[in-house]
C-alpha cells in the first residue's frame, strides 16, 4: 500500500536518492542543499518540506514526488492569497499504484490552502492532461529588447532591429537592495494589484530575489512623479564573457509598462549586455513593443536563449498551467524556472 505525505526531515536523504536515480544525476538539489532548503524548506510547518512523497507503505522506498512552492513562503501576509506553484513532479516506471502522479497532485491540492494552483515549465504531451484537471493552459510570450550599441551578437541571432523605446515622462527607478529595504514601497501602496493572481507584495521580492541564496537579482522601485508604484526583477546571465539581462518579475500598473524599456535599456548600456529579455503573460503585447520589446517567434529565424546551464542557442517555449478566479500576470520569476541547473565557476 502507497501512503503520500509530506517531506520530513527524515525523508531528505531517500528524496535526494531518487533525484539522482530517477530524475536527474547531480540534480542541483543534491549537491547545494543551501538552495534546496531556501526554495523547499521548512517555513510555516518546521521540520517539513515542500515535496509530496509516495512510499511503498509507511517507511518502504519512495515510488514518486510532487515538489511545490508556496508564495507564502517568501511573504506569511500572502497565507490568505496564497498561490502554489507545482516544480518536480515524478512517478518510479516500475511504480505498482496505479494513477500515482494524479493522487500526488490531489494531495498536494487538498492539503495546501491556495487561491492559484500553477505550473510552468512541462512538455506539450501533457496540455491535455493538465486541460482535463480544468487548468487553464497557454504559452508565455517572449520578448527581446537588443542593445542598438551592441554591434554583434554572440548569444541570440536577431535579425530584427533595435528599436527604441517611447519617451515616457514621469517615470523614473532606485535600485534598492536588501539592507536597503526600509525604502521598499508598502503594500498598501500595491494593494491593487493584488486583482490579479499571483499576488506579490514588496516582502515577497524582498525574499524571492534579493534574498536569493545563489543568483544575485536587481529589484529596482518603479516611481511615477515621484511616487512608488511598482517593482522591478532583474539579473545578469554570462556566456563566453558576454551579458543578457533577464527580466524576471514585474509588479506594477500596465501602463507604466511602455516605460520600462527606457529603465532596462539604460540598464543594458551601462553593464554593456547584448539584450534584455522577458517573458510574460497577462500583459498587452503591445505595450511591450511601446517598451522597445521585440516579440519572439519560437519557430522563427530569431534565437534568444533561455538556457544559460549550460548555455543552448535554442529557443525555449515556458507553457503553463494555472487554476485560479481572478486574471493571471505571469513572469519567468514565477514558479521554479528562475533557479539554477547548475553552480558555474
Known sequence: MVTIRRCRNEDVADLFAFLETHWKPGHIFTVHRALFDW???PGHRPGEYGFAVAREDEHGPIVGILGYIPTCRFDSSLACDNTVWLALWKVRDDAKASGL?????????ES????????????????????????????????VLPNPDAGIYVLARLRATASIPDDVHGITSVPVDATDSVHFPDSARLAKFHGRAPAKTPAFFLNRYLRHPVYRYRCDIIRRDGRSVGLLATRIATYAGRKAVRVVDYLGPDDAVPALGGVILRHVRAI??????????GIAPELFARAGFIEIDPDGPDVVPDHFEPFEATNVRLRFAVKSNRPVVLFKGDGDQDRPNRIMP
Open 272 to 281: 554593456g549586455a547584448e539584450y534584455a529579455d522577458v517573458y510574460n503573460w
Open 39 to 41: 526554495q523547499h524548506g
Open 101 to 109: 502522479g494524479l493522487q500526488l497532485l490531489k494531495y498536494v491540492s
Open 112 to 143: 495546501e490552502p491556495w487561491t492559484t494552483l500553477g505550473v510552468i515549465g512541462f512538455n506539450a504531451d501533457v496540455v491535455r492532461l493538465y486541460q482535463a484537471l480544468g487548468f487553464t493552459t497557454g504559452e508565455l510570450r517572449h520578448y
